[in-house]
């Protein structure tokens, strides 16, 4: 077992105390979902890589298949699916020893598979290292625990607290609301705490059972990594205490939506923070990644708000931006420049959604802060005051959101055309899907008045 010698010390000290019985080799896939293969630990010791078809990154969320395999037509060839062993942690819920393993997608001919989430986030930090910039982020992630609803016709609802009553909304950071589902947030923390993931925080949210949990700022892809595994951390974590956790956008009418804030720095080869001069100004480069998410930001909607619920959560004067003004300690405007010491200084984009693929949102939001240093672009004027009262700047929907994402050839140029191709027809055979399903809104409004 020398492969041990190269996971976390976390992993090690898991296998210490469990007898390794298997190792589950994943991958996500474009709506985040974790696919692979779950190997027995005896095959694993004797494993290099396993084979999934290619087609895992053709598939909707609903299952269905968008038709993006190209011009040889749908063969499902074989990729190569090899383990990063940094990736290595346990899963704790699991009832024998059982570690998790994230793996790399590749072609037959050794090339990383362009339509594969973590590889798109690889490319674009590449694109940053060649330039000797490093990019450094911290996600926040809201999520609601919510009462166990097997019935999709049914409204969701709040969790049932220790009180014996169901969570209550606008008890944003609540102590007391958190104690009511302290039980959940206790098995986080231990789960957290097995797997080596460092939490930040853990805060109630205004909606009713929505909390908020920030990680350690770090590297992009060890943070999508996190935030890939925390979302399955939380929902066992969830199911442990018979409630479930969403990560929709917009689970609940009349409350606020979901987001995943993403924090940006980027350090230069001496890991000194290019946001920051040398007598502790904001630099051009400050300048330019707002310049840059203000520009492109519009394009890369549907990468982070990939559903037709996701755009429920954008409502005037309810939690969330709808728009792409830059203010300082300013939560109404879609960029926040938070409030920190010159060598911690960042950029917050809060436009995506928890329901985003953490890959994806992440290699976009940066995407937009490269071509805007790269092209150095200006941004607007600091907005002062209350943002609500700009102009809307999202599209008003997943199919306006594809639009504008088909033709920016730019953000495609850095995400990587073969990428953008696929994920265009799989959110679109999506939104097709989506239509095709009659609503109760219609059948309440229309069924008998029209």
Not at 266 to 283: A, C, H, S, W, Y
Not at 317 to 346: K, Y
Request: proline content about 7%; aromatic content about 10%.
């Amino acid at each position: 077992m020398t492969w041990t010698n190269h996971i976390p010390e976390a992993a090690k000290r898991y296998l210490e105390n469990n007898r390794l019985d298997e190792v589950e080799c994943v991958i996500a896939d474009l709506p985040g979902i974790a696919r692979g293969k779950a190997v027995p630990a005896i095959k694993w010791d004797k494993q290099t890589h396993f084979h999934l078809p290619n087609s895992i990154f053709f598939q909707t969320i609903t299952g269905d298949w968008g038709e993006a395999a190209g011009p040889d037509g749908f063969l499902e060839p074989d990729m190569i699916l090899k383990p990063d062993l940094a990736t290595a942690t346990a899963a704790p819920w699991a009832a024998d020893g059982t570690l998790q393993v994230i793996h790399d997608a590749f072609d037959q001919k050794g090339n990383p598979v362009p339509f594969s989430p973590r590889n798109v986030l690889r490319r674009v930090v590449d694109l940053y290292k060649a330039e000797g910039w490093t990019p450094v982020v911290a996600p926040e992630m809201e999520f609601y625990l919510v009462g166990r609803n097997i019935d999709p016709a049914k409204p969701i609802e709040p969790m049932m607290g220790r009180t014996g009553r169901p969570a209550a909304g606008r008890q944003a950071y609540s102590m007391s609301a958190v104690d009511d589902y302290g039980p959940v947030i206790d098995d986080i923390y231990e789960y957290a705490e097995i797997q080596g993931i460092e939490i930040d925080g853990i805060a109630q949210e205004g909606g009713a059972g929505q909390l908020e949990i920030n990680l350690r700022h770090g590297d992009p892809i060890l943070l999508a990594d996190q935030v890939f595994y925390f979302k399955r951390l939380i929902r066992e974590a969830a199911l442990k205490h018979d409630c479930f956790a969403t990560f929709m956008a917009k689970p609940i009418e009349g409350e606020p939506g979901s987001a995943m804030h993403i924090h940006h720095s980027v350090l230069d080869e001496k890991g000194r923070n290019i946001f920051t001069g040398p007598q502790g100004g904001e630099t051009d480069a400050f300048f330019h990644f707002i310049g840059g998410l203000q520009e492109h930001m519009p394009n890369v909607i549907a990468m982070i708000a990939p559903y037709v619920n996701s755009f429920r959560r954008y409502v005037r004067d309810h939690a969330a931006p709808i728009n792409l003004e830059w203010g300082r300690d300013n939560r109404t405007t879609g960029i926040r420049i938070p409030i920190s010491d010159p060598t911690a200084r960042r950029v917050e984009n809060r436009l995506a959604g928890m329901d985003c693929n953490p890959y994806l949102a992440i290699a976009a939001s940066l995407a937009c802060g490269y071509l805007g240093l790269r092209d150095e672009i200006r941004p607007d004027k600091r907005w002062r005051g209350d943002a609500y009262e700009a102009e809307d700047e999202i599209p008003q929907g997943l199919y306006a959101a594809l639009e504008l994402f088909d033709n920016a050839t730019a953000i495609h140029d850095v995400i990587g055309p073969d990428f953008a191709r696929v994920y265009s027809i799989v959110k679109r055979a999506e939104y097709n899907e989506f239509l095709q399903v009659i609503s109760p809104w219609e059948r309440e409004h229309l069924l008998l008045n029209v």
